[in-house]
């Protein structure tokens, strides 16, 4: 407590204030003592004046009467004891010092021992003298003698009398001079509290700037800037006193507010990023959702997706891949990855398992022909029951996907699991519609023309039954025979067509349905059929699931009733520009062309067919080396699979 008081600006001011009121009342009180010091010499002044003039009355009453007047004596005397009253006065005695040695009580003491020693007793004499000359006077006596002695008196007062004045003056002189002292003691003592007052009112001036005015004025344009919002400003007045506490506290308080204002400026910083990223999160959802749905196919919306992704800061080059549902291979069906680089080494090395791998993200590890490491991450393409492919990300200078990131490509794989889901679904729709609707002209082929087309049969072989006994004409039996060969061939037809009409794609992978067709005519037949699909993706429509099924089935059944083959050969591949391209193969005897014009109707179904696909269909026909079967066509969901440089 005390040490606050030591440094408090209330007591420093307050001390100079003190100060200035201890010297005010100082001065006062000295003026007040030398006026009334100087009062007594004025009066002591006077008193020594008139002592002179009473000095000079008696010289001058000593010149101008007689000493046998009695009014000499009787005025004489009066001067005498009015002299001897004013040198014993108070005031004049008052303002002697009680220092012996002192000018003034010297003066006073030489004065009063002329007068008491000298004079007066010279005096006495003479009073006495007057006194004897009127005794004797009255009495008739001789009165020379006496006025002699008198007369003698009188000059010797004559001769002491100037010395005595001279005295007299010099004790005026000595009060005049102690006045004047006490007066200049006075003029000085005034001047000292006077510059000493300017002194304190300067220290209580420059104490008020330096301590008051300057911490105020740094006060006050700290609290201007931190209303306006800059918080740099420091007080640098913080001394021990309430202005220095004030200003210590005011920087604390800047500091503490800086401290706040910067992490209020980094926490909206940070919203403002995170807003950013959500409007840039929902704006790319939002475009990935639109361009799913109002997509005709899904495939040429791929590509679209990646370049929208690519858009995103610290995402880097992308691809998507497809698989089928085995996950034992995938087909890339958009890319901006480098191909002769990381495609090519993503996936020859990994043959698509290590992307397939597991439902969660993961990094996969991968050196580019320069011999950098890259890390791509991995994303499943998936719904909650099943996944299609990944998505498979570049990381930009192998910095981490942030975790928003992450999960805003894995909302967008999620909404393309589910588009796809859909579009299966749809497809599943239309697959089983299309099914249903086959199925029941099936059976109205069965329940109507076959059972016509069996009575016909049954009709003819009666009829070539009697021909033969009852006819001998040639050519009656030669019609009869390909009546029956040509129903036969309608017939078997028929069938083909009912069977490829009861035929059902189970699941939603053709390459299972395209294996398992092959498997069935390699029971049917010693013919070895092998097939090799080069597409692992299949995006089909209905419609042409059933076409290109059927056109294969007719082609493979044409080459084991037909062609006499040991071998064939059936692949599916896509060509350069991303058209579904079929080829299937024999080693058997060939197509006879004008047996083919005869009661052979499988020729022209295919081609229908390819016409329908929007296709073309050619026929290879070499009877040394077999038959070619090729159908070339674009699929309505058309997917441009990224071909790898061998």
Not at 42 to 51: K, R
Not at 194 to 218: D, E, F, M, N, W
């Amino acid at each position: 407590m005390n040490l606050r008081l030591q440094h408090s600006l209330l007591t420093s001011m307050g001390i100079v204030m003190i100060t200035i009121t201890l010297l005010a009342f100082a001065s006062m009180a000295a003026s007040l003592f030398i006026t009334n010091t100087t009062e007594g010499l004025a009066t002591a002044i006077n008193e020594s004046g008139t002592l002179r003039m009473s000095s000079y009355r008696i010289a001058n009453e000593l010149i101008h009467n007689t000493v046998d007047n009695r009014e000499h004596w009787i005025k004489t005397h009066q001067l005498i004891t009015e002299f001897e009253k004013h040198l014993s006065n108070f005031n004049l005695n008052s303002v002697r010092p009680n220092e012996k040695h002192h000018h003034l009580h010297t003066g006073y003491a030489q004065t009063e021992k002329q007068w008491v020693e000298e004079i007066r007793p010279l005096f006495d004499t003479y009073l006495d003298g007057i006194m004897d000359i009127q005794t004797a006077g009255n009495a008739g006596m001789d009165m020379s003698i006496s006025e002699a002695a008198v007369t003698n008196l009188r000059n010797r007062y004559f001769m002491i009398a100037p010395d005595f004045v001279a005295n007299i003056d010099n004790l005026v002189a000595l009060l005049e001079q102690d006045a004047k002292i006490k007066i200049k003691r006075l003029r000085n003592f005034q001047f000292i509290v006077l510059i000493l007052t300017i002194i304190l009112v300067l220290i209580a001036l420059v104490l008020i700037y330096s301590r008051i005015q300057k911490p105020l004025k740094q006060l006050l344009t700290g609290a201007e800037k931190a209303r306006n919002g800059d918080f740099s400003f420091r007080s640098t007045y913080t001394g021990k006193d309430e202005l220095g506490q004030l200003g210590s506290a005011f920087n604390s308080m800047a500091e503490d507010l800086s401290k706040i204002y910067t992490e209020l400026e980094e926490r909206v910083q940070q919203k403002t990023i995170d807003l950013e990223q959500s409007n840039l999160s929902l704006e790319l959802l939002y475009k990935t959702v639109n361009r799913l749905n109002e997509a005709e196919s899904l495939n040429t919306t791929y590509p679209i997706i990646l370049e929208d992704i690519e858009k995103l800061p610290g995402i880097g080059k992308g691809a998507i891949c497809l698989n089928n549902n085995k996950k034992e291979n995938a087909t890339m069906l958009a890319s901006t990855l480098p191909i002769d680089d990381l495609v090519t080494q993503l996936c020859e090395e990994t043959n698509c398992r290590q992307c397939l791998t597991g439902k969660k993200n993961h990094l996969i590890n991968i050196t580019d022909n320069n011999k950098n490491k890259k890390q791509l991450l991995t994303i499943p393409i998936q719904d909650q029951t099943q996944q299609y492919g990944v998505l498979i990300i570049e990381q930009t200078n192998n910095k981490p996907v942030t975790p928003w990131q992450q999960q805003l490509l894995e909302n967008i794989t999620n909404h393309i699991g589910i588009a796809i889901k859909l579009s299966q679904q749809s497809a599943e729709t239309r697959r089983l519609a299309l099914i249903e609707e086959r199925g029941a002209i099936a059976r109205e082929l069965h329940d109507s023309l076959a059972q016509s087309l069996t009575f016909m049969k049954i009709q003819v072989s009666r009829l070539q039954a009697i021909s033969e006994k009852s006819s001998n004409n040639p050519e009656e039996i030669n019609i009869i025979s390909e009546l029956r060969i040509g129903l036969n061939s309608a017939y078997r037809e028929l069938r083909e067509l009912l069977t490829t009409f009861r035929l059902k794609i189970d699941g939603n992978d053709f390459n299972d349905t395209l294996h398992k067709t092959v498997l069935e005519f390699n029971d049917r037949s010693e013919t070895n059929i092998s097939c090799d699909s080069k597409i692992t993706y299949f995006d089909l429509s209905p419609n042409e699931e059933i076409h290109i099924l059927q056109l294969i089935r007719e082609a493979l059944s044409n080459i084991i009733q037909h062609a006499h083959a040991s071998r064939a050969f059936l692949l599916i591949q896509y060509n350069s520009v991303g058209d579904i391209q079929i080829i299937i193969e024999d080693n058997g005897i060939g197509i006879d062309k004008e047996q083919s014009k005869t009661h052979h109707y499988g020729l022209s179904i295919m081609k229908e067919r390819a016409k329908t696909l929007d296709g073309t269909f050619e026929i290879i026909n070499n009877q040394d080396t077999g038959t070619e079967v090729k159908l070339t066509f674009t699929p309505i969901n058309k997917a441009t699979p990224v071909q790898i440089n061998e």
